[in-house]
């Protein structure tokens, strides 16, 4: 697999220093017009969860999908804020006892040990809630069929048919006592992770108001980089220290979660994560040298070390 270039980490990097400073004022603890008050342990926690951590792989996706088709203002850079609330929302209620039952996310500790379990439950609640106000807020554009259509999206990808639905099948892997067929562990992890990476691309199309098969396109981009993410992530479970992930390592063994690792091998893993990878790429064909940004997405997300 080629390597990346030193002009993808940087611009990967860049996108994450202009998201920062978004997320640290939707997170502040002045109230917005609607609001009566927002509690500091509250409000502290969601930081604690949101601010200073993670590659931002998902709205650096939305960026660069709406870049490619032109848009380049604050409404991708707000979407993909709205995506990452929804993700660290995600991790806080993963890390819980009743679920994985993590003390450490990104080099710290998870929510529930900073603060307490009750805080870190409405922490999550409060940024999945928060990432809908920003999807919806006219800040954001003010084409409402597009914030509708967004809005959507990211319920469908997120809710009952998506990740939440991906967790509940990953907890049931973790009981059954015959082990996930290989199709099995494929929708879980489409669901699980897969869906909220898709629609991360997909979120730019949307914005940009591209064309259905341009759409297409990126749907098949966003889901074959989706499960090349989520193999290259089983891998690093295994293989890297906790000091390198920023998380407990060889957790999903101890825990008896359904892999491809433990379905194809680990090396027939590696196989299949670069094929989706490079699966990805060749999605991207018809849009020419305009998507080799997004190309190169999809390679850091099978040869990430962390």
Known sequence: MASLSAAFTERLEASARRLEPLLDALLGEAPLGGEIARPPRLVAAMRHAALDGGKRLRPFLTIETARLFGETGEGPLRAGAAIELLHC???????????DDDDLRR???????????????????ALL???FDVLADPALTADAA???????GLARAAGLG?????????????????????????RLQAMKTGALIAFAV?????????GAEERGRLAAYGRAL????????????????????????????????????????IEAARTERDRLAEEAVAALAPFGPAADTLREAARFAAARSK
């Open 89 to 99: 929302y995600s991790l806080v209620h993963d890390d819980l006892p009743a679920m």
């Open 107 to 125: 080099g710290r500790p998870t929510v529930h040990r900073a603060f307490d379990e009750a805080t870190a439950i409405l922490a999550g609640d």
């Open 129 to 131: 809630t928060l990432a």
């Open 146 to 152: 597009v914030r509708a259509e967004l809005v959507l």
């Open 162 to 186: 998506g990740m939440v639905g991906g967790q509940m099948l990953d907890l049931e892997a973790e009981s059954r006592s015959t082990a996930f067929a290989e199709a099995e562990v494929r």
């Open 202 to 210: 997909d979120a730019g199309g949307i914005f940009a108001r591209a």
């Open 226 to 265: 989706g499960a090349a993410f989520q193999i290259a992530d089983d891998i690093l479970d295994r293989e890297a220290s906790t000091d390198a992930l920023g998380k407990r390592a060889a957790k999903d063994a101890d825990r008896g979660k359904a892999t491809l690792v433990d379905v194809l091998g």
